[in-house]
């Protein structure tokens, strides 16, 4: 089993900066991918970012040159880093890690970005 805790939601204005935190704890040694997800009310979750064990990061079109995902293996932890926010991207974030076939997903975190 794996937990995952995230932090740094929150409000910010359009342009802004937010950096979203997800700590791994419990069974993590077979961990690959981490990420980031996200889902509106009454929409699908959708894939913001990921990134492998070796640092192989994947990115949404509509967020690429504005978040970077970053990760420290020896704290288990995985970030999103938002710049230039805008108020679409207003949602839930969620934590994810995969341990294939097992999806482990993190309680979410706001983000509300005002116009």
């Known amino acids: 089993q794996v937990q995952l805790v995230e932090s740094g939601g929150g409000l910010v204005q359009a342009g802004g900066s937010l950096r979203l935190s997800c700590a791994a704890s419990?069974?993590?040694?077979?961990?690959?991918?981490m990420g980031w997800y996200r889902q509106a009310p009454g929409k699908q979750r959708e894939l913001v970012a990921t990134?492998?064990?070796?640092?192989?990061?994947n990115y949404a079109d509509s967020v690429k040159g504005r978040f970077t995902i970053s990760r420290d293996n020896a704290k288990n932890t995985v970030y999103l880093q938002m710049n230039s926010l805008k108020p679409e991207d207003t949602t839930v974030y969620y934590c994810?890690?995969?341990?294939?076939?097992?999806?482990?997903w993190g309680q979410g975190t706001q983000v509300f970005v005002s116009s």
């Open positions: 990134i492998s064990s070796g640092g192989s990061t």
């Open positions: 419990g069974s993590t040694n077979s961990i690959n991918f």
């Open positions: 994810n890690a995969e341990d294939w076939p097992v999806k482990y």
